[in-house]
């Protein structure tokens, strides 16, 4: 675990992770997670968090446009190989676009109309807690 002083409106985050095996139980188990440090979920306890089920599924979460969004896959991601997620928020012209990249296949690609900075982000990763 890390301390960011800040993550910007602009911001770029990627990392792979290679999954052994998928937990038989349900629930959630988190490959990365960015928290404002006394934030809610709702306002700053995602941002993102990026989870994945008991049979493969990502389930990417970050607020745009003021919701806390939640994208869910719609590939199983096997075992035993390496993944790459690319999660990012850019300046276009004068509109910020969040997108999120999973293996290189654009995965979501939208305006964000409520951009945000937070200040003293957590990293947390690989932690399987299920409740936050």
């Not at 809610?40 to 969004?69: C, E, M, Q, W």
């Not at 035993?80 to 997620?85: F, I, P, T």
Request: glycine share 6%.
């Amino acid at each position: 675990m890390t301390t960011l002083q800040e993550l910007n409106k602009e911001f770029y985050i990627s990392f792979e992770y290679k999954a052994t095996e998928y937990a038989n139980v349900s629930g959630w188990q988190s490959l990365i997670r960015l928290k404002e440090e006394s934030a809610s979920s709702k306002d700053g306890g995602r941002i993102p968090a990026v989870v994945v089920g008991h049979v493969g599924f990502l389930y990417i979460h970050f607020p745009v446009n003021g919701n806390t969004s939640k994208v869910e896959s719609k590939v199983r991601y096997p075992v035993d190989q390496w993944h790459r997620v690319e999660i990012s928020q850019r300046l276009e012209d004068t509109k910020y676009m969040y997108r999120l990249q999973i293996n290189g296949e654009i995965v979501e690609d939208t305006e964000n109309s409520e951009p945000r900075e937070f200040c003293n982000v957590t990293v947390h990763v690989g932690n399987k807690e299920r409740n936050w």
